[in-house]
């Protein structure tokens, strides 16, 4: 009876044993197909706007890059690619074995404004997003005002409340308005001028900003080539006061 019970139990050991190797077999077999039949061979990029495809991939590839189309994307969403200038966040999709899909999620600009040799891009709250010597096109820059300190993250330190809320209100007009405007100017009178290629646009106090913004993009389009002055500070939708002097 006990040679028996020594034999079932030695059955049952092989039994396991078997069932083990087949496991560890099994799983050796996983981890060489994961390692040798995903790797990528290409990488699609998608949202971006004030970067290129191939920064976006370079960023991808010097931030831990691990070549292999599912442990990319496994570890880009236990550790996110991080602390790119202008980007809220990246994410990275599995399209197939030897593919990619990068998505660019770009923080929303509103403007900028120059401080101590510097750009600070703000949102449309006036919060400051970025602050860094690179200039972008598309982010229209506040000049003439002074600051005694900047900080990331906070609100754009502006004592004076009505002119923070007429900057916002411009800067979103813009944004509304799809208006390509290179700069906006606070004179030392408190009149605001905004420039566009070799036009410089006069705006008055900023009191009428909306009715003078509404159909400025129709007329910068019958000045498109020219130099000179739009004078909008009086400026009337209905009858369309304004007058433009050529610069000579």
Excluded: W
Excluded at 70 to 85: A, Y
Excluded at 121 to 145: H, N, R, W
């Amino acid at each position: 009876m006990a040679e028996e019970q020594g034999k079932i139990i030695q059955f049952k050991k092989r039994q396991t044993n078997i069932v083990s190797l087949i496991i560890i077999g099994v799983i050796l077999i996983m981890i060489i197909v994961l390692f040798t039949c995903f790797k990528i061979e290409e990488i699609s990029v998608t949202g971006n706007k004030h970067y290129t495809k191939e920064q976006i991939t370079e960023y991808v590839k010097n931030d831990g890059y691990i070549d292999n189309t599912i442990l990319l994307m496994l570890k880009n969403k236990v550790n996110p690619i991080s602390d790119i200038p202008f980007i809220a966040k990246i994410g990275i999709d599995y399209e197939n074995a030897h593919k990619i899909t990068v998505t660019v999620y770009e923080k929303a600009l509103a403007g900028c404004i120059e401080y101590m040799d510097r750009y600070v891009y703000f949102d449309q709250d006036g919060y400051v997003l970025e602050i860094s010597l690179q200039k972008l096109s598309d982010a229209p820059c506040v000049t003439g005002m002074s600051f005694d300190s900047i900080e990331l993250h906070e609100k754009l330190p502006i004592k004076d409340k009505k002119r923070f809320k007429l900057i916002l209100k411009l800067t979103q007009l813009i944004n509304k308005y799809k208006l390509d405007i290179d700069s906006i100017q606070f004179t030392s009178e408190d009149e605001l001028i905004m420039y566009h290629d070799d036009i410089r646009i006069e705006l008055g106090d900023g009191s009428k900003i909306e009715e003078q913004l509404i159909d400025l993009d129709k007329i910068l389009l019958g000045l498109e080539g020219k130099k000179g002055t739009l004078d909008m500070k009086d400026f009337d939708a209905a009858i369309g006061t304004a007058s433009f002097k050529v610069k000579k």
